[in-house]
């Protein structure tokens, strides 16, 4: 039966059951200082990294690795204990053979990152701390493992730079075909449709022009050689008139000279003037014929010119045609060529944007290589810990007397709270509902003594003393 107990009872109880609770006490605690003292001692050694910042600024190279180096700091503990820098460092440096060879790498790579401990320091810092039962193996896993992180580190920024260098000049390629397409397109358009540009549009307007003025110049050359032409055409009249008179009176006068010479001598008058008049008649009549065939060859002149003339006035008039339609056709080829050179400056412009990155992009990548070296600095490498840092013996053992005295009091705590006996007459008055009329002390061998006990009441409620021998 378990029954409550107030503080002084328990110290009289625990002081009562000494040699059990401190049997309880110093068993316990023997097992807890063997515990303590067995465990194997584990060094922890630690280095404080610094990120430098990146040099030069952007301003100065426009760099293709977004990721500030800084940043890095953010995820540098998941960074750190990711499985490819931990597996470099247990294969380089030989770590937890034991396991590897039991379980598997992964189970090795599980144990590192229990052992492994980081913390960012500041803004640009970080530390990491390693546990080891060895500790020159801490200290050089320590002094490695930043070194590896920042290994890894570059290599991907370095591959991050290269893959952007790659694929500015993919695309360069790309859009220098598509410029190089559209170049040969508006090339041949133009040859397609030459004389019909916008830039020749002026040209055009200004031989319409021309064509116009020599339209009105061989207009009236026409004009004069259908005057002249006309004015031939009524003097050929005229003069087939005269030439046919002339040799009609001719021919009158030798018929006349004729019958004169049957009448009369050489030497006659009659004779010599009819001679001299047929003579004036057949200069007169060739005069006239000599006029006719000028003219005639003039008239054919004259026919020929016409021609000529109309010809060149008919050829005018179809440049005037080509022209016009020229100048018609342009507003329609210049929309289409303006499309096309839009699209063509679109291309072109990406085109130059996309090589000026790409040697950006090249330029970065090369600063990236020079200045990787410069980006962790080790300022406080870790030394070998002469001290282990786990277990804490002295904590341990006092931690393991707490434990072994909480022990042995709980003990003789719950041993009393759970004995029976009945060992003084409080207990008696307390547990018993008959009154009490006496307390027999033990004795235990020791001299006699009185004690006066109350007798039984009367029946009145009063009581006289008893005393017992």
Do not use: C
């Not at 440096?93 to 590897?100: A, C, E, F, K, R």
């Not at 004389?195 to 110049?217: A, C, D, K, Y």
């Not at 000279?257 to 006659?268: E, I, K, N, P």
């Not at 070296?373 to 931690?399: M, T």
């Amino acid at each position: 039966m378990e029954r409550g107990m107030t503080a002084d009872q328990v110290l009289v109880a625990l002081w009562r059951r000494k040699a059990l609770v401190g049997a309880i006490a110093a068993a316990v605690f023997a097992v807890g200082a063997a515990v303590v003292m067995t465990r194997p001692s584990v060094y922890e050694a630690s280095s404080v990294v610094r990120v430098e910042p990146q040099r030069p600024g952007e301003e100065m190279v426009q760099r293709t690795v977004s990721e500030l180096i800084e940043q890095r700091l953010l995820t540098v503990r998941q960074e750190l204990m990711a499985r490819p820098v931990l597996q470099k460092a247990i294969e380089e440096m030989n770590l937890y053979p034991d396991i590897v060879s039991d379980k598997g790498m992964e189970s090795a790579v599980a144990q590192m990152r229990k052992d492994l401990k980081v913390a960012v320091e500041g803004e640009n810092a970080f530390e990491l701390t390693y546990s080891s039962k060895d500790p020159q193996v801490a200290s050089q896993v320590a002094n490695r493992l930043p070194a590896i992180f920042a290994e890894e580190t570059l290599k991907l920024r370095q591959a991050q730079a290269s893959r952007a260098t790659e694929l500015f000049t993919e695309e360069m390629q790309e859009l220098a075909k598509s410029v190089s397409a559209w170049e040969k397109r508006i090339a041949q358009f133009k040859v397609d449709h030459m004389g019909e540009l916008p830039e020749q549009m002026e040209m055009n307007m200004r031989g319409l022009e021309r064509v116009s003025h020599e339209l009105q110049t061989k207009s009236e050359e026409l004009r004069v050689a259908e005057t002249r032409r006309s004015e031939l055409a009524r003097a050929r009249n005229a003069a087939d008139s005269e030439a046919g008179r002339l040799e009609s009176a001719e021919h009158g006068l030798e018929q006349a000279l004729v019958a004169a010479r049957t009448s009369w001598t050489q030497d006659h008058p009659e004779v010599k003037r009819l001679q001299s008049e047929l003579q004036s008649m057949s200069a007169k009549r060739k005069d006239a014929e000599g006029r006719m065939v000028a003219e005639r060859m003039e008239r054919a002149r004259v026919a020929e010119l016409v021609a000529s003339i109309q010809k060149e006035i008919d050829g005018l008039h179809r440049q005037a045609e080509t022209f016009q339609k020229r100048l018609d056709n342009t507003p329609r080829w210049a929309h289409e060529l303006g499309v096309m050179n839009r699209d063509y400056e679109i291309a072109r412009t990406k085109y130059q944007s996309v090589v000026s990155r790409k040697v950006e992009a090249e330029i970065a990548e090369e600063l990236e290589a020079k200045t990787s070296k410069s980006l962790f600095n080790v300022i406080s490498p870790a030394g070998v810990p002469a001290v282990p840092a786990k277990p804490d013996r002295f904590g341990g053992l006092l931690i393991a007397f707490l434990i072994a005295l909480g022990a042995g009091v709980l003990t003789g705590v719950v041993i009393e709270m759970r004995d029976d006996s009945i060992r003084d007459g409080h207990e008696v008055r307390e547990r018993l509902t008959l009154p009490v009329l006496a307390v027999v002390p033990n004795m235990q061998g020791k001299t006699e003594k009185r004690v006066l006990m109350p007798s039984s009441q009367s029946r009145n409620g009063t009581s006289s003393p008893t005393t017992l021998n």
